[in-house]
């Protein structure tokens, strides 16, 4: 099992750009989650999805747009990239939010 | 909404030393969960507690979620080298409809040999 997967690793943007942040995951696990992280704050829930069909806004979810449209993937969308949007961003999947979450490698997303 | 803080943010131990990170969620939890993160990497499940007062073992490391579901630490006892990285506890609260994990902000830990 590859388990969590992302892509890129790492991408460079300009501000006014869109781009799709891709996350797979071979567990056939229910919820799926994106969060972003940044210096000294954690990591900071951007939108989660509870089944295929089914999401829900986190707690930074302005500029982002999600579709959970398998069970498998979980594309997170910056619509118009600003460079507040600068962060690491981490996908992860978890048979329910009582269990634990297994976590993506990661994307570094720099915005200009 | 909930806040989940977590002290202290950084400490610095001379190898063989204990640590204790400390977190503190402004709401009641129905469970927590530690995590670790070491530098360049990405965040991986050490440990979840659901009972009132549980208290787990992990080898050096022993977890604690108090009595009141509304606060957790973490020590490790003797610190080795490989001990380096952030600690994130992650709570979820006992409120109806939450489906989301909250993260602290977490604690880095450097051991000096």
């Known amino acids: 099992n590859a388990g969590v997967t992302q892509t890129p690793k790492f991408q460079v943007l300009k501000t006014g750009q869109s781009m799709t942040l891709q996350c797979a995951q071979d567990?056939?696990?229910?919820?799926m989650s994106w969060y972003r992280q940044d210096p000294g704050m954690g990591l900071r829930l951007i939108h989660y999805?509870?089944?295929?069909?089914?999401?829900d806004q986190g707690e930074v979810p302005n500029g982002y747009n999600v579709s959970r449209s398998t069970t498998e993937d979980f594309p997170l969308r910056l619509l118009s990239a600003a460079p507040s949007q600068t962060s690491v961003y981490f996908c992860?999947?978890?048979?329910?939010?009582?269990?634990?979450?297994?976590f993506g490698p990661g994307t570094r997303l720099t915005v200009t | 909404g909930q806040q989940v803080m977590q002290i202290p943010q950084y400490q610095h131990v001379q190898e063989g030393e204990d640590f204790t990170t400390y977190c503190n969620s402004s709401?009641?939890?129905?469970?927590i969960q530690w995590y670790k993160q070491r530098p360049g990497g990405h965040p991986v499940f050490l440990i979840q507690?659901?009972?009132?007062?549980e208290v787990k073992k992990q080898k050096r490391l022993t977890f604690q979620f108090g009595e009141a579901k509304k606060n957790s630490s973490l020590h490790i006892t003797a610190t080795q080298t490989t001990d380096v990285g952030t600690y994130f506890c992650?709570?979820?609260?006992?409120?109806?409809?939450?489906?989301?994990?909250?993260f602290g902000k977490g604690t880095k830990l450097s051991v000096i040999p």
């Open positions: 992860a999947s978890s048979p329910g939010l009582h269990y634990e979450q297994y």
């Open positions: 567990m056939n696990h229910e919820y």
């Open positions: 999805s509870v089944g295929a069909g089914i999401t």
């Open positions: 709401t009641t939890l129905s469970n």
């Open positions: 507690l659901v009972k009132s007062g």
């Open positions: 992650a709570g979820e609260d006992s409120g109806a409809g939450s489906y989301q994990l909250t």
